[in-house]
Protein backbone atom coordinates (compact mmCIF):
# COMPACT_ATOMS: atom_id res chain seq x y z
CA UNK A 1 0.00 0.00 0.00
CA UNK A 2 1.52 3.62 -0.81
CA UNK A 3 1.88 5.90 1.37
CA UNK A 4 3.90 7.41 4.47
CA UNK A 5 5.54 5.01 7.33
CA UNK A 6 6.58 6.47 10.34
CA UNK A 7 8.52 4.36 13.51
CA UNK A 8 8.34 3.55 16.04
CA UNK A 9 4.82 4.61 16.88
CA UNK A 10 5.31 5.56 20.71
CA UNK A 11 8.05 5.62 22.77
CA UNK A 12 8.51 7.07 26.08
CA UNK A 13 12.35 8.35 26.37
CA UNK A 14 14.48 9.69 29.38
CA UNK A 15 16.02 12.94 29.27
CA UNK A 16 19.80 13.22 27.93
CA UNK A 17 19.36 10.29 25.42
CA UNK A 18 19.44 10.15 21.76
CA UNK A 19 16.36 9.24 19.78
CA UNK A 20 15.56 8.58 16.00
CA UNK A 21 12.48 9.03 14.42
CA UNK A 22 12.26 7.06 11.01
CA UNK A 23 10.04 8.44 7.93
CA UNK A 24 9.87 6.25 4.94
CA UNK A 25 7.55 7.00 1.52
CA UNK A 26 6.93 4.53 -1.13
CA UNK A 27 5.18 7.40 -3.68
CA UNK A 28 8.63 9.08 -5.03
CA UNK A 29 7.62 12.67 -3.98
CA UNK A 30 10.55 14.70 -4.00
CA UNK A 31 9.75 16.82 -0.81
CA UNK A 32 9.65 15.41 2.70
CA UNK A 33 8.76 16.94 5.84
CA UNK A 34 9.18 16.76 10.10
CA UNK A 35 6.57 18.49 11.77
CA UNK A 36 5.53 18.65 16.15
CA UNK A 37 2.27 19.19 16.71
CA UNK A 38 1.39 19.99 20.32
CA UNK A 39 -1.77 20.78 22.21
CA UNK A 40 -3.50 24.29 20.93
CA UNK A 41 -0.79 25.07 18.73
CA UNK A 42 -0.84 24.65 15.00
CA UNK A 43 1.47 21.69 13.24
CA UNK A 44 4.99 23.56 13.13
CA UNK A 45 7.71 22.62 11.31
CA UNK A 46 11.23 21.04 12.30
CA UNK A 47 13.21 20.27 9.27
CA UNK A 48 12.24 19.89 5.39
CA UNK A 49 13.72 18.61 2.18
CA UNK A 50 12.61 19.94 -0.83
CA UNK A 51 15.19 17.03 -3.25
CA UNK A 52 17.27 13.95 -1.48
CA UNK A 53 20.82 15.36 -0.76
CA UNK A 54 19.43 18.43 0.54
CA UNK A 55 18.12 19.50 3.80
CA UNK A 56 16.39 23.05 5.66
CA UNK A 57 15.50 24.35 8.83
CA UNK A 58 12.42 25.44 9.81
CA UNK A 59 10.21 26.58 12.55
CA UNK A 60 11.50 25.16 15.52
CA UNK A 61 14.76 23.41 14.12
CA UNK A 62 17.23 23.24 17.25
CA UNK A 63 17.95 20.23 19.37
CA UNK A 64 17.19 17.83 15.48
CA UNK A 65 18.66 17.27 12.88
CA UNK A 66 18.24 15.19 9.77
CA UNK A 67 19.40 13.93 6.83
CA UNK A 68 18.08 12.73 3.56
CA UNK A 69 20.59 10.55 2.22
CA UNK A 70 18.06 8.83 -0.77
CA UNK A 71 14.39 9.68 -1.98
CA UNK A 72 12.07 7.42 0.46
CA UNK A 73 13.65 7.97 3.93
CA UNK A 74 14.04 10.85 6.14
CA UNK A 75 15.13 10.14 9.68
CA UNK A 76 14.88 13.10 12.42
CA UNK A 77 17.10 12.48 15.29
CA UNK A 78 16.88 14.19 18.59
CA UNK A 79 20.63 14.42 19.56
CA UNK A 80 19.92 14.58 23.09
CA UNK A 81 16.40 14.69 23.99
CA UNK A 82 14.72 17.43 26.61
CA UNK A 83 11.26 17.26 27.85
CA UNK A 84 9.91 20.09 25.85
CA UNK A 85 10.45 17.95 22.66
CA UNK A 86 7.68 15.40 24.08
CA UNK A 87 5.15 16.20 21.36
CA UNK A 88 3.69 14.25 18.31
CA UNK A 89 6.15 13.64 15.66
CA UNK A 90 4.37 14.08 12.03
CA UNK A 91 6.60 12.99 8.70
CA UNK A 92 4.91 14.25 5.39
CA UNK A 93 6.22 14.12 1.82
CA UNK A 94 4.93 16.12 -1.24
CA UNK A 95 5.73 16.43 -5.23
CA UNK A 96 7.08 19.73 -5.16
CA UNK A 97 6.46 19.51 -8.53
CA UNK A 98 4.90 23.01 -8.68
CA UNK A 99 0.86 23.04 -8.65
CA UNK A 100 -0.74 22.17 -5.62
CA UNK A 101 2.01 20.19 -3.77
CA UNK A 102 -0.62 18.72 -1.19
CA UNK A 103 1.42 17.82 1.76
CA UNK A 104 0.37 13.69 2.94
CA UNK A 105 1.01 12.82 6.71
CA UNK A 106 2.37 9.46 8.00
CA UNK A 107 0.40 8.04 11.03
CA UNK A 108 2.96 10.00 13.99
CA UNK A 109 5.10 9.07 16.25
CA UNK A 110 4.08 10.46 20.02
CA UNK A 111 7.32 10.46 21.87
CA UNK A 112 7.31 11.51 25.76
CA UNK A 113 10.42 12.66 27.52
CA UNK A 114 10.63 12.18 30.87
CA UNK B 1 4.62 38.16 10.61
CA UNK B 2 2.38 35.05 9.63
CA UNK B 3 -0.33 33.82 11.04
CA UNK B 4 -3.32 31.64 10.68
CA UNK B 5 -6.56 32.58 12.87
CA UNK B 6 -9.46 29.78 13.25
CA UNK B 7 -12.03 29.19 16.04
CA UNK B 8 -10.97 26.37 18.45
CA UNK B 9 -14.02 24.77 19.15
CA UNK B 10 -17.67 24.74 17.25
CA UNK B 11 -20.59 22.60 17.98
CA UNK B 12 -23.30 21.40 15.14
CA UNK B 13 -25.93 19.27 15.06
CA UNK B 14 -26.33 16.14 12.80
CA UNK B 15 -27.76 16.83 9.71
CA UNK B 16 -26.97 20.48 9.69
CA UNK B 17 -24.90 22.77 8.19
CA UNK B 18 -21.38 24.43 9.63
CA UNK B 19 -19.13 26.62 8.24
CA UNK B 20 -15.55 26.80 9.58
CA UNK B 21 -13.49 30.80 9.22
CA UNK B 22 -10.21 30.81 8.86
CA UNK B 23 -8.28 34.03 7.93
CA UNK B 24 -4.55 34.33 6.97
CA UNK B 25 -1.70 36.52 6.31
CA UNK B 26 1.24 35.17 4.78
CA UNK B 27 4.44 36.21 3.48
CA UNK B 28 3.13 35.80 -0.27
CA UNK B 29 0.30 33.43 -1.38
CA UNK B 30 0.39 30.29 -3.09
CA UNK B 31 -2.90 28.30 -2.08
CA UNK B 32 -5.00 27.85 1.21
CA UNK B 33 -5.75 23.96 2.33
CA UNK B 34 -7.98 22.61 4.55
CA UNK B 35 -7.26 19.23 6.18
CA UNK B 36 -8.95 17.01 8.41
CA UNK B 37 -7.49 15.64 11.93
CA UNK B 38 -9.64 12.69 13.31
CA UNK B 39 -8.03 12.42 16.87
CA UNK B 40 -5.17 10.31 17.58
CA UNK B 41 -4.59 10.19 13.81
CA UNK B 42 -2.71 11.93 11.39
CA UNK B 43 -4.26 14.92 8.82
CA UNK B 44 -5.82 14.01 5.36
CA UNK B 45 -6.22 16.57 2.85
CA UNK B 46 -9.71 17.93 1.81
CA UNK B 47 -9.10 21.10 -0.13
CA UNK B 48 -6.83 23.12 -1.79
CA UNK B 49 -7.81 27.09 -3.23
CA UNK B 50 -5.66 28.92 -4.94
CA UNK B 51 -8.57 31.45 -6.97
CA UNK B 52 -10.85 33.37 -5.20
CA UNK B 53 -14.41 31.04 -4.95
CA UNK B 54 -16.24 28.52 -4.27
CA UNK B 55 -14.64 24.51 -4.50
CA UNK B 56 -17.70 22.20 -3.95
CA UNK B 57 -16.38 18.45 -3.12
CA UNK B 58 -19.46 16.30 -2.18
CA UNK B 59 -20.40 16.92 1.10
CA UNK B 60 -18.01 19.56 1.72
CA UNK B 61 -17.23 23.27 0.06
CA UNK B 62 -14.43 25.63 0.64
CA UNK B 63 -14.09 29.66 -0.18
CA UNK B 64 -11.50 32.02 -0.82
CA UNK B 65 -11.19 35.48 -0.71
CA UNK B 66 -7.56 36.58 -1.53
CA UNK B 67 -8.37 40.54 -0.94
CA UNK B 68 -9.62 39.81 2.22
CA UNK B 69 -7.29 37.27 3.60
CA UNK B 70 -9.97 34.65 4.31
CA UNK B 71 -11.39 31.28 3.79
CA UNK B 72 -14.42 29.23 4.93
CA UNK B 73 -14.59 25.24 4.95
CA UNK B 74 -18.67 24.49 4.60
CA UNK B 75 -19.49 20.65 5.73
CA UNK B 76 -23.58 20.05 4.94
CA UNK B 77 -25.30 17.31 6.22
CA UNK B 78 -23.28 16.65 8.99
CA UNK B 79 -22.60 13.25 10.55
CA UNK B 80 -20.95 11.97 13.62
CA UNK B 81 -18.04 11.29 11.52
CA UNK B 82 -17.52 14.83 10.74
CA UNK B 83 -16.39 15.16 14.37
CA UNK B 84 -12.86 16.16 13.69
CA UNK B 85 -10.12 18.70 14.19
CA UNK B 86 -10.19 20.94 10.71
CA UNK B 87 -6.68 22.96 10.14
CA UNK B 88 -6.40 25.60 8.02
CA UNK B 89 -3.10 26.18 6.24
CA UNK B 90 -1.84 28.74 4.22
CA UNK B 91 1.23 28.42 1.81
CA UNK B 92 3.62 30.86 1.83
CA UNK B 93 5.94 32.55 -1.05
CA UNK B 94 8.40 29.98 -0.56
CA UNK B 95 5.88 26.80 -0.66
CA UNK B 96 5.97 26.24 3.06
CA UNK B 97 2.50 25.54 5.02
CA UNK B 98 1.74 28.31 7.81
CA UNK B 99 -1.28 25.90 10.14
CA UNK B 100 -3.55 27.45 12.54
CA UNK B 101 -3.99 25.67 15.79
CA UNK B 102 -7.26 23.88 14.21
CA UNK B 103 -10.88 23.78 14.70
CA UNK B 104 -12.42 21.30 17.19
CA UNK B 105 -15.91 20.37 15.37
CA UNK B 106 -18.42 18.38 17.68
CA UNK B 107 -21.19 16.62 16.67
CA UNK B 108 -24.57 16.22 18.49
CA UNK B 109 -27.10 14.16 17.55
Known amino acids: IAGITQAPTSQILAAGRRMTLRCTQDMRHNAMYWYRQDLGLGLRLIHYSNTAGTTGKGEVPDGYSVSRANTDDFPLTLASAVPSQTSVYFC?????????????FGPGTRLTVL | GQNIDQPTEMTATEGAIVQINCTYQ??????LFWYQQHAGEAPTFLSY??LDGLEEKGRFSSFLSRSKGYSYLLLKELQMKDSASYLCAGMDSNYQLIWGAGTKLIIKP
Open chain 2, 49 to 50: NV
Open chain 1, 92 to 104: ASSEKTGGTDTQY
Open chain 2, 26 to 31: TSGFNG
